[in-house]
């Protein structure tokens, strides 16, 4: 048995936080990508060294298995989602930024720091991602976001490149079906909006809550059957006002927090100094269009 070292064993694992990356954008779950990237390498490791030294690219080699059981995966899930119990929202991501008075400061470490955070891990894109086929959103996560060509991206997902062309077409197509004419708010903003909501919520301010909603307004809360939540989204701006309110009558002992979630500031709910829930937000024209509760605590683990 060789004792040599392996010189191409820091490249490999080099390409563990863009696996990470490329398969959360993917499943939406940090934990599942977590397992998708150590399949990618138990099969790099069940090669022998011969069978690794043969290929010439073992980056894109590693990104080729993982979008592929990412794809697999993805196929499967429209069946583990129907045994879903209430809502499934994907997993959202900590951040080191806090926001506080509008600025944003340094805290503790982040567990999920793997993770680049920009525009493509917000929850209202993930959101949008769900909808897709597998297909599509393969083809578009590796084309958009991480800049493969068509002939790259149909290699991996065994498509035609005009294809995969015509995939992430239709996946564009259903984010700017998405999207509100206006442009996306500053960060600040929303920022703005987000503590204008829980300073209403804590004081259980019905009215205040009503002028911070859109008065289409949904919320979506996701318990996994572990904890409570709310098996159906609640709609309309005063009913989801009337909904915090009493949310915020029942429980006395709750801290809420100002968190970057995800990428874009939101709320985190902590009980005796742990997080029970964590809350993202769509904010348009100074009004909130989506609130994100997640509270099934195996989405949580990040945020520990």
Request: hydrophobic fraction near 45%.
């Amino acid at each position: 048995m060789s004792t040599q070292p392996d010189p191409g064993l820091s490249a490999i694992v080099s390409e563990r936080r863009r696996l990470i990356n490329l398969a959360y954008r993917l499943l939406g779950s940090l934990a599942d990508a977590e397992d998708v990237v150590q399949e990618t390498y138990a099969r790099w490791y069940a090669m022998s060294r011969q069978e690794q030294d043969a290929i010439g690219n073992p980056g894109g080699w590693l990104t080729t298995v993982a979008s592929r059981v990412c794809l697999d995966l993805l196929g499967s899930a429209r069946a583990r989602r129907e045994r879903y119990v209430g809502e499934w929202i994907p997993e959202p991501l900590p951040d080191r930024t806090e926001w506080i008075d509008g600025r944003s400061s340094r805290a503790t470490a982040d567990p999920a720091d793997r993770v680049t955070l920009d525009e493509s891990i917000n929850m209202a894109f993930l959101v949008v991602l769900e909808s897709m086929t597998p297909a599509e959103r393969v083809a578009f996560i590796l084309h958009d976001v991480f800049r493969y060509t068509f002939v790259e991206v149909a290699e991996i997902v065994g498509r035609t490149p005009a294809a995969c062309r015509k995939l992430a077409s239709s996946a564009r197509g259903r984010i700017r079906a998405s999207r509100t004419p206006a442009p996306a708010p500053p960060a600040a903003q929303v920022a703005d909006v987000v503590r204008d909501f829980k300073l209403a919520w804590e004081a259980r301010d019905i009215e205040a809550l009503i002028g911070l909603l859109d008065p289409d307004v949904t919320a979506i809360g996701d318990g996994g059957g572990l904890v409570s939540a709310e098996l159906r989204p609640v709609e309309g701006g005063e009913r989801v006002a009337r909904y915090f309110a009493d949310l915020a009558g029942r429980e006395t002992d709750l801290a809420i927090l100002e968190r970057t979630v995800s990428g874009q500031p939101g709320l985190v709910v902590q009980q005796d100094g742990v997080t029970v829930t964590v809350m993202a937000f769509d904010v348009a024209d100074g009004r909130i269009r989506h609130i994100w509760a997640v509270r099934n605590p195996e989405k949580l683990r990040p945020w520990a």
